[in-house]
């Protein structure tokens, strides 16, 4: 049995484009690997153009769209925690933690990836990441998984300096295709997809590589 | 009005904390959003009055902020606010003014009917 990774994100499709290649290099490495994502993404602005969802039919298709995005990764274990998109940051912080706290106990990841607290642009991205930083926290130092964080905010690079992990995802690339594409209701927006379907090189030069920096622990 | 306090606000929100308020939600474009640039999406919404209860409030955000209320049933969530009534006693008054000072958002509580 393989050792255990752990993803934790809080809207269907965060894990498309900064973690999908990712996943895909642990599983072929035979690693297990779990997604816990925190809410169904319902408050989502793209219904599909033409839209075709709405907002009572939102959360049920894009959770069929994020057991889609998964089964293109090859990933088998999906939580869905049952937050409510866009108000992480304002959730009880027990509450989260528990739950997080749960799945750490159960896993016992030894790599555990989310968004870099301050540097991911979304309040929910922040908040999911700082809520993965204080449950690994709470572990004896001994029992800390390492986190490995995305970070995508303007400022990233000079306040943290240049990601730990670098990691060439190209072998990934038509799963990761799959994965983005899996998202039926989000990725037909002009402005993500353009007009015309990607080639395989811009794929490569836009997707083919995801960056993590390690999350330094005070102690 | 005045710009936001976040303290001050935070403890204006956790004064309404599990009570039964009015609330008053607003976004508004303004009726003459598409008049002059017919790309541009005219769109306004608000309801007074709401009769809710929270069980956690708080405010985030360095400016504008964000303002999300748990409900027994759901959530109230309010960004881009900027001002606050700071001589108020009884009521919360929270509101994002753009460049020109126009209100675009609203979020208000009190115990009494607005």
Known sequence: MGKHVLLVLPHPDDEAFGFAGTMAFHLKNGDNVTYACLTLGEMGRNMGFPPFANRVTLPAIRKGELEASCRAIGIEDLRMLGFHDKMIEFEDPDLIDEKIGALLQELRPYLVYTFYPGYAVHPDHNACGAAVVRSVARLPKSQRPQILCNAFAGNSEADLGKPNIVRDVSEFLPLKRASITAHRTQFQAAELMGQKPWSDEELRARFGIERFWIYPFAD | ?114
């Open chain 2, 1 to 114: 009005m005045k710009p936001i306090d976040a303290a001050d606000v935070q403890r204006r929100i956790d004064m309404f904390k599990d009570q039964d308020v009015y609330l008053h939600l607003e976004l508004t474009l303004g009726a003459y959003a598409a008049r002059f640039d017919k790309t541009k999406h005219q769109a306004s919404t608000f309801i007074k009055n709401a009769a809710i209860r929270y069980s956690r409030g708080s405010i985030a955000g360095g400016g504008p902020f964000r303002v999300g209320l748990k409900t027994e049933q759901g959530w109230v969530y309010s960004e881009g606010l900027t001002h606050y009534e700071d001589r108020e006693t009884d009521k919360l008054i929270l509101a994002g003014h753009d460049g020109e000072g126009k209100l675009i958002v609203a979020l208000m509580l009190s115990r009494e009917a607005f």
